[in-house]
C-alpha cells in the first residue's frame, strides 16, 4: 500500500509558476515510476510527466519546455515545476505511483487555475 499526497495548486495569473509536491508513504520500495496527470473540467484525465526510479524523465508535448518533474529520495517527494504557465493549464493535477505489474495508486488531486 502506498499513500500520496499532494499540495502546492493555487491560483496563478499566465506567465506565473507554481510548484507541486507529492509526498508517498508506505510501501514506497515497490514502485516503478511516479507520474504527474492532470484532468480539465470536462476533458479525459491525461498524462503530464515521468520520473523512473533511475531518473528518466518524460513529458506531454503540451507541457514540453515549461515543466520539470523531480525527486527528493531523502523526502520521498516528487515535484511539479511548472512556469510560463497558461489558462489551458487550468486543471486538477494527480500525482500517481507506478509500480511493476500493479495498478496505480493515487493522490487526492490539486487544483490549479491559471487566469488570463
Known amino acids: 500500500q502506498v499513500q500520496l499526497v499532494e499540495s502546492g495548486g493555487g491560483l496563478v495569473q499566465a506567465g506565473g509558476s507554481l510548484r507541486l509536491s507529492c509526498a508517498a508513504s508506505g510501501s514506497i520500495f515497490s514502485i516503478n515510476a511516479m507520474a504527474w496527470y492532470r484532468q480539465a473540467p470536462g476533458k479525459q484525465r491525461e498524462l503530464v510527466a515521468v520520473i523512473t526510479r533511475v531518473g528518466s524523465t518524460n513529458y506531454a508535448d503540451s507541457v514540453k519546455g515549461r515543466v520539470t518533474i523531480s525527486r527528493d529520495n531523502a523526502k520521498n517527494t516528487v515535484y511539479l515545476q511548472m512556469n510560463s504557465l497558461k489558462p489551458e493549464d487550468t486543471a486538477v493535477y494527480y500525482c500517481?505511483?507506478?509500480?511493476?505489474?500493479?495498478?496505480?495508486?493515487w493522490g487526492q488531486g490539486t487544483q490549479v487555475t491559471v487566469s488570463s
Open positions: 500517481a505511483a507506478v509500480p511493476v505489474g500493479g495498478i496505480n495508486y
